[in-house]
């Protein structure tokens, strides 16, 4: 964890991260790399850190966070498998257009 922080409680920890899933379910059109820094920082994981965490480079969570390259889907997955969550499609609705 990023000593910069006051360590948390399991109960705030756990808060955070509740508060986080809600977060980006209510926002499902961030794109990718907001998500990822979003986590890491909510979780409060420096870049090696959370690079370390999802098996992945240093430098390529860092390109993926500052937009300079497109993950594959793979490399998506392992960046959110660390709080229960995995890639998956969404539908665009149409304003006025129904889905069934």
Do not use: H, W
């Amino acid at each position: 964890m990023d000593k910069r922080y006051v360590t948390l409680t399991a109960s705030e920890q756990n808060q955070l991260r509740r508060d986080l899933m809600e977060r980006l379910a209510a926002t499902p059109e961030l794109p990718i790399p907001q998500v990822i820094r979003d986590i890491r920082k909510t979780l409060r994981f420096t870049m090696p850190e959370y690079a370390k965490i999802c098996n992945v480079s240093a430098r390529t969570l860092q390109d993926i966070e500052r937009g300079v390259s497109s993950p594959t889907l793979d490399t998506v997955d392992k960046l959110l498998r660390p709080i229960g969550m995995r890639a998956g499609a969404v539908l665009a609705v149409q304003p006025g257009k129904s889905t069934a």
